[in-house]
């Protein structure tokens, strides 16, 4: 091989080691800032595919465009002023790399989310998304009123001759905590997030009749939970990105059964 063979060859490997070293820090510090984070939650393995996907596919990208840089790069071009030739001395020298880099991040958001499965909008991993269901317990903050009116029926129950006395009615619903991060249930297809069933939305909490079906999945903040009936009322939470338009709005009153308690950063 002769000697400017050599030359190329060792000046491409050293542009390719730059290149790779470039991309891996970026992609480093991006992975660090995801694990200290408190909207990604993907675990190890996650963090770990989101730097080796990222760092190697960046890399490829800037090596592409490089080399396409250098392929069509003109001996000689016109400018207009000194502006203009700012302009293309800097596309020339780094433009083709910073479009093979930014391709290279649009692949790997690409294979996180169809091939491994963590949902780059949300910072969730599709495939198992944690929530903490809270079992039905007994109830011990009944209202004044409610208590009140359970009373005043045990004791005629209790006045009429011959009454066997009777159980306690269980609840059937879920408890759900003031202030807690709910959701509408949903289950993760194939085609994507949907509801596992219409979920009706009262305007009143005593209600026969719907105003509604919830459409979007978005995070809501249990206001209220009424104590016979179950049902919650919800208000808007700004959601994981503060990007919730209706944030602090009323949507309505909710069956228990139709939610699901969340962690609380899925609602800041």
């Not at 730059?18 to 909207?39: N, R, W």
């Amino acid at each position: 091989m002769s000697e400017g063979g050599v030359q190329m060859t060792s000046e491409a490997k050293k542009r390719a080691l730059v290149q790779g070293g470039i991309c891996t820090a970026i992609f480093g510090v991006l992975s660090i800032a995801a694990v200290f984070s408190s909207k990604i939650q993907w675990g190890f393995f996650g963090y770990l595919a989101l730097f080796i996907s990222g760092s190697v596919l960046t890399t490829i990208g800037v090596a592409v465009g490089d080399l396409l840089r250098r392929m069509a790069m003109p001996d000689l071009y016109f400018t207009k002023g000194f502006a203009d030739s700012i302009k293309k001395r800097i596309f020339w020298a780094i433009g083709p790399q910073a479009i093979g880099w930014f391709l290279g991040f649009v692949a790997t958001n690409g294979f996180m989310e169809n091939y491994l499965g963590y949902d780059m909008k949300t910072g969730r991993s599709r495939g198992s998304v944690v929530v903490q269901q809270e079992q039905p317990k007994p109830d011990t903050t009944l209202s004044s009123e409610a208590s009140s009116r359970a009373t005043a029926s045990e004791d005629r129950i209790a006045r009429a001759p011959g009454a066997a006395p009777s159980a306690a009615p269980e609840q059937t619903f879920p408890l759900i905590e003031v202030g807690a991060c709910v959701m509408g249930l949903s289950r993760q297809t194939a085609s994507g997030l949907e509801f596992v069933r219409p979920i009706p939305v009262y305007g009143q909490v005593g209600a026969v009749e719907s105003i509604g079906i919830m459409q979007m999945f978005s995070a809501f903040y249990a206001e209220e939970q009424h104590s016979v009936t179950g049902r919650v009322r919800l208000v808007y939470a700004p959601g994981a990105f503060d990007d919730e338009p209706k944030t602090g709005e009323v949507l309505g009153w909710v069956n228990a059964a139709d939610l699901r308690v969340y962690d609380q950063r899925n609602c800041q």
